[in-house]
């Protein structure tokens, strides 16, 4: 029998079990013949898709992180897969509570997650699984619906982090994050899990978020590859609103040379870059690696940058240089060059981390005859912007922020190799997970199961998603925005400090550098975007009278 015919005998089987037991989601999980699924859930943070092979997008033209690919191989690729709120902890929160942001209360960094309330581990942990959380979850307050938690504090660090364990002291452990993180959970499934209940694992590392810092062994990881431009690198931000002119979050202008291009003293007037300075925590011993891979490779670039130069070049922060200057003169493009690759090593050095992390878990769970049995769902809290339009960071409803990474391995029911091209949420998030550990989904969950999708079967399926962005003004300066996404078009509106809407079309402009709204051939398509923007808002429960409470709660906190 070949693989195929196989897998599809099995999948048969599975369908008549699913069948036979259609109390499936209440009770017959009591039934000792259905073996429920333990869930391993990964999460990365800023881990976005052009970085992985498996999506396709070219900025990697080779298979760098062979785990993840391999969930892809072994699983199903969703291609169309968004964010509902691009912004760390609000994700986070959406995808534990199945609710969008402002439902669930937690709408930007700043304000504070209600752990009360419901979400997926608690219902998980009611229905006889075991949970545990290990990693990054950036949402204050002792974890609730964890057997188990071992999470860093707020953003915590890279290298020799803090933890706290189930809710108590911070402890700091001695080395990087990732690979603290990684043995937390081997450790967990090893020692503390009980082995006669399913489990759910939550396994979510920092990297690759801000400041991009590698484990020793991967400093010199992608040093000699050469990468180029997204093609849209020197963006001018014509064609558009104000939104995408006034952020600030452009790679050249808005980067520190402390923390985010590893100098350790200012090239302007030689101090130490202190605080700014990523270099505070480490070991004299890490110090020691880390100088000999960035040191002399700092002094070169500042061999080829004219001293005259310097006052211009290493201001700390907000610098404003044009696309023209850093695209056409010799300093500029140096400039440019060396900043691109500095940050996009950095990033793709912390993945790679990540990636042999997967693979010690998926290793383990293999070796105790486990990985057949658990379902494997790998994404991150948002997509990143890998110096598309110049950019680092997220938060923009275009298309590099909104999307994120999900990969799914679950040999029982999805196909290897398989795509999925609706269009799914984080929000889809809880009500797939209990939907493979067999609890039914509470009635006031917003998002829906990808789990019939993901095996292949026709479901009826969202045609739009609806998308909000609250986090302004702030770090990064990107004003607050909701739209309506379909599977080609994008229907975007700013408001609070201006009034402006864009609309693209992604068939045509995969970009998005050219704003049609207005334009008399999009009239039609336009008016849809509109009614169908009115009809999510009116669905999930959002409104004017919402934004202007919360944008009245954000500047009372952040008036001083
Ligand atoms: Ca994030």
């Given at each position: 029998m070949?693989?195929?015919?196989?897998m599809?005998k099995?999948?048969?089987?599975f369908?008549?079990?699913?069948v036979?037991?259609?109390?499936?989601?209440?009770?017959?999980?009591?039934n000792?013949?259905?073996?429920?699924p333990?869930?391993?859930?990964?999460?990365?943070?800023?881990?976005?898709?052009q970085?992985?092979?498996?999506?396709?997008h070219g900025l990697v033209?080779?298979v760098?992180?062979p785990?993840?690919d391999r969930l892809?191989k072994e699983?199903a690729?969703?291609?169309q897969?968004?964010?509902?709120?691009?912004i760390c902890?609000?994700?986070?929160?959406v995808?534990l509570?199945g609710?969008?942001s402002?439902?669930?209360?937690k709408i930007?960094?700043?304000?504070?997650?209600?752990?009360?309330q419901?979400?997926?581990?608690?219902?998980?942990?009611?229905?006889?699984?075991?949970?545990?959380l290990?990693?990054?979850i950036?949402?204050?307050?002792?974890?609730q619906?964890?057997?188990y938690s071992?999470?860093?504090?707020?953003?915590?660090?890279?290298?020799?982090p803090?933890?706290?364990?189930?809710?108590?002291?911070?402890?700091?452990?001695e080395?990087?994050?990732?690979?603290?993180?990684?043995?937390?959970v081997?450790?967990?499934?090893?020692?503390?899990w009980d082995?006669s209940?399913?489990f759910?694992?939550?396994?979510?590392?920092?990297?690759?978020h801000?400041n991009?810092?590698?484990?020793?062994?991967y400093?010199?990881?992608l040093?000699?590859?050469?990468?180029?431009?997204?093609?849209?690198?020197?963006?001018?931000y014509?064609?558009r609103?104000?939104?995408?002119?006034e952020?600030?979050?452009?790679?050249v202008?808005?980067m520190?040379?402390?923390?985010?291009?590893?100098?350790?003293?200012?090239?302007?007037?030689?101090?130490?870059?202190g605080k700014?300075?990523p270099?505070?925590?480490?070991?004299?011993?890490?110090?020691a690696?880390?100088?000999?891979?960035?040191?002399?490779?700092n002094?070169?670039?500042?061999?080829?940058?004219?001293?005259?130069?310097y006052g211009?070049?290493?201001v700390p922060?907000?610098?404003?240089?044009?696309?023209?200057?850093?695209?056409?003169?010799?300093?500029?493009?140096?400039l440019?060059?060396?900043?691109?690759?500095?940050?996009?090593?950095?990033y793709?050095?912390?993945?790679k981390?990540?990636d042999?992390?997967?693979?010690?878990?998926?290793?383990f769970?293999?070796?105790e005859?486990?990985?057949?049995?658990?379902v494997?769902?790998?994404?991150?809290?948002q997509?990143?912007?890998?110096?598309?339009?110049?950019?680092f960071?997220?938060?923009?409803?275009?298309?590099?922020s909104?999307?994120?990474?999900?990969?799914?391995?679950y040999?029982?029911?999805?196909?290897?190799g398989?795509e999925?091209?609706?269009?799914?949420?984080?929000?889809?998030?809880?009500?797939?997970?209990?939907?493979?550990?067999?609890?039914?989904?509470?009635e006031?969950?917003?998002?829906?199961?990808w789990?019939?999708?993901?095996?292949g079967?026709?479901?009826?399926?969202r045609?739009?998603?609806?998308y909000?962005?609250y986090?302004?003004p702030?770090?990064h300066?990107?004003?607050?925005?909701?739209?309506?996404?379909?599977?080609r078009?994008?229907?975007?509106h700013?408001?609070?400090?201006?009034?402006?809407?864009?609309?693209?079309?992604?068939?045509?402009d995969?970009?998005?550098?050219?704003?049609i709204?207005g334009?008399?051939?999009y009239t039609?398509?336009q008016?849809?975007?509109?009614?169908?923007l009115?009809?999510l808002?009116?669905?999930?429960?959002?409104?004017?009278?919402?934004s202007?409470?919360f944008l009245?709660?954000?500047l009372?906190?952040t008036?001083n």
């Amino acid at each position: 029998m070949n693989n195929d015919k196989k897998m599809n005998k099995i999948f048969t089987m599975f369908m008549a079990i699913l069948v036979l037991g259609t109390g499936i989601t209440s009770c017959s999980w009591q039934n000792e013949k259905v073996q429920r699924p333990n869930i391993l859930f990964i999460m990365t943070d800023d881990h976005t898709q052009q970085a992985l092979y498996a999506y396709g997008h070219g900025l990697v033209d080779s298979v760098l992180f062979p785990n993840m690919d391999r969930l892809a191989k072994e699983g199903a690729i969703f291609q169309q897969s968004f964010v509902t709120n691009s912004i760390c902890a609000p994700s986070r929160a959406v995808m534990l509570t199945g609710k969008y942001s402002h439902i669930n209360g937690k709408i930007d960094n700043f304000v504070p997650f209600n752990w009360d309330q419901q979400n997926f581990p608690k219902l998980m942990q009611q229905a006889g699984y075991q949970t545990a959380l290990i990693g990054k979850i950036h949402l204050a307050g002792k974890p609730q619906g964890f057997d188990y938690s071992m999470v860093l504090p707020g953003q915590g660090h890279y290298y020799n982090p803090e933890f706290i364990k189930n809710g108590g002291e911070e402890i700091k452990f001695e080395g990087h994050s990732t690979s603290l993180i990684t043995q937390f959970v081997v450790d967990w499934l090893e020692n503390e899990w009980d082995r006669s209940k399913p489990f759910t694992l939550l396994y979510h590392t920092k990297a690759p978020h801000r400041n991009w810092m590698p484990e020793a062994k991967y400093l010199d990881f992608l040093e000699d590859i050469e990468f180029d431009f997204p093609g849209n690198f020197f963006d001018d931000y014509q064609g558009r609103g104000s939104a995408a002119r006034e952020q600030e979050m452009e790679i050249v202008n808005h980067m520190y040379w402390g923390q985010d291009m590893k100098f350790e003293n200012n090239p302007l007037a030689g101090e130490p870059l202190g605080k700014e300075a990523p270099f505070g925590r480490m070991t004299e011993e890490q110090l020691a690696d880390w100088r000999a891979v960035y040191n002399l490779k700092n002094e070169a670039f500042l061999k080829e940058i004219p001293e005259d130069k310097y006052g211009l070049f290493f201001v700390p922060h907000s610098r404003s240089f044009s696309p023209d200057f850093l695209q056409e003169t010799t300093e500029g493009l140096k400039l440019a060059k060396f900043m691109y690759h500095r940050y996009l090593r950095d990033y793709l050095k912390t993945v790679k981390a990540v990636d042999d992390g997967i693979g010690k878990v998926l290793d383990f769970l293999e070796k105790e005859n486990l990985l057949e049995n658990t379902v494997v769902v790998y994404t991150s809290d948002q997509g990143f912007f890998l110096g598309e339009h110049g950019w680092f960071d997220k938060r923009f409803m275009y298309e590099q922020s909104l999307s994120t990474p999900l990969l799914v391995r679950y040999p029982k029911e999805i196909k290897a190799g398989s795509e999925v091209n609706e269009l799914v949420l984080n929000l889809d998030i809880a009500p797939s997970l209990l939907d493979y550990a067999g609890i039914a989904k509470p009635e006031d969950m917003q998002g829906e199961s990808w789990r019939g999708l993901a095996a292949g079967k026709k479901v009826l399926w969202r045609d739009a998603i609806y998308y909000h962005y609250y986090e302004y003004p702030s770090v990064h300066m990107v004003k607050r925005h909701y739209g309506v996404r379909t599977d080609r078009y994008k229907l975007i509106h700013f408001y609070y400090d201006v009034n402006e809407w864009e609309m693209y079309d992604l068939v045509e402009d995969p970009n998005e550098m050219n704003n049609i709204y207005g334009k008399p051939a999009y009239t039609e398509v336009q008016a849809m975007l509109h009614a169908r923007l009115d009809e999510l808002r009116l669905q999930y429960g959002d409104s004017d009278k919402l934004s202007q409470k919360f944008l009245k709660e954000f500047l009372e906190k952040t008036k001083n």
